[in-house]
Every structure is written in structure tokens, then in C-alpha cells.
């Protein structure tokens, strides 16, 4: 049966009106679908609602692509194509290898996941070509030429039957590593993810590549901990993919076992929340000079339980702002990121209320909090809620809504190591911090492509 595909933007949403693909939809007989989109609006990753006449559905933060069914939802970030990588490699210190082009954007158009599985497809590549990290393993045989040492434990122990060789320990190169492995199901499971044929078949190429030396196991949470620590100088090329496994194992809600992913594999749906803050995070702590970033700093002393009114001794709640910017001894802003476009959308409740205790906290004369959105509309300024005491109407603190114009940042990474570039840079950076209110920064109307 051919699926009903329906394609949002982050925070659309699509109704069941007469004549759409979503009309007189439901799960009815489809009690796992169900189940799961019940699951997905828990989560707030994704809300369908069956309703009287069809099924609506409502995107949120998480981008990618989801199966319920006969129904396949595709949800696209609004800045795409070469821009998008560009920022997704800075955020997570990605390298740029120079094989990517506008020619080349065809499985980054379709979901945000093939963008993930083709930046890996070409670190894969990569290793490949440099030649995958040969490790040392330990071998126990019996050799009639004695390498490594004589096991004389197994001597001991009557294990060893006498004959033309001696039982010995010893240890040969081989490239079925742990390091290895774990990049061969990185590559097994993006293709699994992917719906590009030709990014399929060129994953299925690079797995077939890797088995030649390389076994298929199953590998779980701790042994990918286990690799990350054996990593050093020598493998320093694998971060990149390592990084990238991580995002699809956790965007795919699988685990690392090759079974497992065969048998739960359901959709891909990341979490552009998390990619935003990687990115401002990266570039506030670059750019912000004579300053710290502190990323998820606890504000403590917020609150208190009365430790006579406290029964079940709970822990007293320590808020943690995405970004405190600190000045000596000196919090000077605290900062949250929001993957919402506040400047198209309106800013919800629960988020002014967090930063309104922000903004409550903060023990300095002036006490302000701010709220860093994405957006990429050119004539998006900065907008500001003031808190009143009710009673008298005194002022007592306020929260900044600042953009992100995601385009302007893009042009700013990649205009070059010039001084001019990098005061720019500098500028950007002290306004989304500070409020600048001038930054003297053209905002480019178009997606620009990298100059380097």
C-alpha cells in the first residue's frame, strides 16, 4: 500500500481539510500507531490528534522522518541546503572535506537525517582512504614458530596437549577493533535510516567495504563509552563520525545493537533544540572576548525548602539556564536558547515564566534575562517584556527576546580569517550576549555558500 506522505516545516501544522492527504485518516485497527504517536505528543516531538474528520498533525522542534503505519511524516527544518551544513559541522566540530556542492544537496533535501548520514558517508570515506586504525589483540595458539610469550599457564594447568608447538600469547594488528565496529554500525544504521536510494546503496557500499575486516557486532552504550576513551592522537580522525553515530542513535531511539535496530527501527527525529544550543554555545565562547560561558551553570540559592516544612526531604531545585555569561566574579547575562521562531510565532507561557525567574535571580542593578530564537527573517529586532510589581506597578525585571538570524551567522563563520571578518564576528557575538543596539551587520536576504 502506497503511504500517505505529509511534509511540514518545524512548528507547522497540517489539518484534515476536505480534500488533503490527511482527511477521513485515522489508526483505527492500528492499536501500535496509535500507541506511538500517543508516545510522540507525550514527548512533545510530535502531535497528531485523530480528529472527527481526519488526522491533524502539529511539528515542533524535532525535524526528520517518522513512519506510524500507513502514514509518513516528514518534518524539514526552514534553512536547509548548504547553510544548514555549514552550521551543523561547526556546532559539532565536524570537518569540512570538500566534496559537498550544490550538485550534491539532493538527500539533504529530503530529511534532515540524510543530511546526518551523507556528512558520515564522507567521514567513512575518509577513514577509508587514510586507511582504517589497526589495534593490537590478544591471541592465544599454539605455534610451532613462538611468538608474543609462552603461555605457561596453560602448561601449568595440563590445558596444552604436547606435540610440534607451544601454547603462546601473542599479539597481531588487526583491524576488527572495537573502533571499527562501532563505525561499521554507524554505517549499517544510516542506512537503514536513510529513504535516498542512492545514499542507501553508498552506505550498503561503504558496510561492504568494511567487512572485509571488520565483524558485525552487537555493541551497547558502554562499549561506545569504551571507545570514546581508547581514542587518542592516533584516531583522532574517528571523532567526527563518532559524534555523528551518536545523533542518529538518539534522534533514532535505538540502541547500538545490530538486532535491535533491525527490529525497532520506527523513524528518525532529532532535536534541533539541541543542535541551536551547540551552535550558540560554540560560537559565544569563540567570540565573546574577555568573558566565560558557562553552559547549564546551576543557579543556586534560587530556592530553599523551609527545612521545617520539607517531610519527604526532597532536593531543593537548582534552575539551569542554557548560558550564564560571567565577567570576572561576575554574572553579567544568563541566556536560554529556544528553537522557536518568536518573531513569527508568539512566545508561550511556560517559556516566559522560566525566564521571568531568570530575570528574578540575577543580583544585579539591572535584572534581565534573554531569550536567543532562531529565525531568518531580515527585519526580525530584538523585543522586550518588562515585569511590574502588581501592586504599585514599580518595574522589577525584564526579558529580551533576541533573534539568531541563522543566514547572518552563516556568512559571519565563512567570510575568512580577515580582521575585519573576525570583528564582526566579535560584534554578533556581544549583541546576542548584551543587546547591542547596533551591530552595523547587513543581514543577507539569500543563503550565502562558503568563501573558504
Same mark, same amino acid.
Given at each position: ?17 476536505? !480534500? ?100 558520515? !558517508? ?331
Amino acid at each position: 500500500m502506497t503511504p500517505t506522505r505529509v511534509n511540514l516545516s518545524e512548528w507547522e501544522t497540517a489539518t484534515p481539510v476536505h !480534500g488533503s492527504l490527511l482527511a477521513d485518516k485515522n489508526f483505527d485497527g492500528d492499536q501500535p500507531s496509535r500507541a506511538l504517536a500517543e508516545k510522540l505528543a507525550a514527548r512533545d516531538q510530535l502531535d497528531i490528534l485523530e480528529l472527527a474528520r481526519g488526522l491533524q498533525v502539529r511539528a515542533t522542534s524535532f525535524v526528520g522522518r517518522i513512519t506510524l503505519g500507513a502514514l509518513e511524516i516528514t518534518v524539514h527544518p526552514k534553512i536547509s541546503g548548504a547553510p544548514l551544513l555549514n552550521l551543523f559541522r561547526y556546532a559539532y566540530g565536524l570537518r569540512d572535506l570538500h566534496l559537498y556542492g550544490e550538485a550534491t544537496y539532493t538527500a539533504a533535501h529530503g530529511s534532515f537525517q540524510d543530511l546526518i548520514i551523507q556528512q558520515l !558517508g564522507e567521514e567513512v570515506q575518509e577513514i577509508l582512504t587514510r586507511g582504517l586504525h589497526r589495534g593490537y589483540l590478544p591471541v592465544r595458539d599454539n605455534l610451532a614458530s613462538p611468538r608474543g610469550h609462552i603461555d605457561f599457564t596453560r602448561i601449568l594447568n595440563n590445558t596444552y596437549l604436547s606435540g610440534n608447538s607451544l601454547p603462546c600469547i601473542h599479539y597481531p594488528r588487526s583491524e576488527d577493533n572495537l573502533l571499527n565496529r562501532v563505525l561499521l554500525t554507524g554505517v549499517l544504521l544510516g542506512a537503514r535510516l536513510t529513504s535516498d536510494a542512492d545514499l542507501r546503496a553508498r552506505m550498503q557500499r561503504l558496510s561492504k567495504m568494511l567487512r572485509l575486516s571488520v565483524s558485525v557486532a552487537d555493541l551497547d552504550d558502554f562499549q561506545l563509552s569504551e571507545a570514546w576513551r581508547s581514542m587518542d592522537r592516533r584516531t583522532k580522525a574517528y571523532e567526527s563520525s563518532f559524534k555523528l553515530i551518536e545523533l542518529l542513535m538518539g534522534s533514532a531511539g535505538v540502541s547500538l545493537s545490530h538486532q535491535s535496530v533491525r527490529l525497532s527501527l520506527r523513524g528518525f527525529l532529532f532535536d534541533m533544540n539541541r543542535f541551536f544550543q551547540a551552535l550558540l554555545s560554540r560560537f559565544l565562547s569563540e567570540h565573546l572576548q574577555n568573558c566565560a560561558v558557562h553552559d547549564e551553570h546551576q543557579l543556586k540559592g534560587m530556592f530553599a525548602f523551609d527545612p521545617q516544612q520539607n517531610p519527604q526531604r526532597r532536593k531543593t531545585p537548582a534552575p539551569r539556564p542554557d548560558f550564564l555569561i560571567v565577567k570576572g566574579s561576575r554574572i553579567s547575562a544568563v541566556l536560554d536558547a529556544k528553537y522557536r521562531d518568536l518573531w513569527e510565532k508568539p512566545l508561550p507561557r511556560d517559556m516566559l515564566y522560566q525566564l521571568a525567574i531568570y530575570a528574578l535571580g540575577h543580583n544585579q542593578a539591572e535584572r534581565r534575562a534573554a531569550i536567543l530564537y532562531p529565525t531568518i527573517a531580515p527585519e526580525a529586532a530584538e523585543q522586550s517584556i518588562t515585569i511590574h510589581e502588581a501592586a504599585n506597578g514599580a518595574a522589577q525585571a525584564r526579558v529580551d527576546l533576541r533573534p539568531v538570524n541563522l543566514l547572518l551567522l552563516n556568512e559571519l563563520l565563512h567570510n575568512g580569517p580577515s580582521l575585519e571578518a573576525r570583528r564582526r564576528k566579535v560584534q554578533f557575538a556581544r549583541q546576542l550576549a548584551f543587546g547591542c543596539s547596533s551591530t552595523g551587520l547587513a543581514i543577507p536576504d539569500t543563503p550565502t555558500t562558503p568563501t573558504y
